[in-house]
């Protein structure tokens, strides 16, 4: 599986960004997908995961309000919406993929893409 995360940019506190990460192959379904975020000088950290079918969510408590995790399987898409963006939510956002197709907390993640940098201004 290989994935692509695209979307980001440089936007203003306040302002909603939506953050697109399509794989490939045709198992999309099959997979888990997770969203996280790393900026300057931390650790990665969870954002949201969403289980294959969709119906389960989990998003850290960070994100519960401002961010909406989705996914569109038959464009092989997983989507972060971000609503009401504030400095700290500045990071390179990279979205992963469990073999696990259930979501949940505790995933392993098994493929992962490349990030898209968000930058957010005050």
């Known amino acids: 599986v290989q994935l692509q995360a695209s979307g980001g940019g440089l936007v203003q506190a306040g302002d909603s960004l939506r953050l697109s990460c399509t794989a490939s192959?045709?198992?999309?379904?099959?997979?888990?997908m997770g969203w996280f975020r790393q900026a300057p000088g931390k650790e990665r950290e969870f954002v949201a995961a969403?289980?294959?079918?969709?119906?389960?969510?989990n998003s850290a408590e960070f994100a519960k309000v401002r961010f909406t995790i989705s996914r569109d399987n038959a464009k092989n898409t997983v989507y972060l919406q971000m609503n009401t963006l504030k400095p700290e939510d500045t990071a390179v956002y990279s979205c992963?993929?469990?073999?696990?197709?259930?979501?949940?907390?505790?995933?392993?993640?098994?493929?992962w893409g490349q990030g898209t940098l968000v930058t957010v201004s005050s």
């Open positions: 992963a993929a469990s073999s696990n197709p259930w979501g949940g907390w505790s995933l392993n993640y098994d493929y």
């Open positions: 192959g045709r198992t999309f379904s099959s997979y888990s």
């Open positions: 969403i289980s294959g079918s969709g119906v389960t969510t």
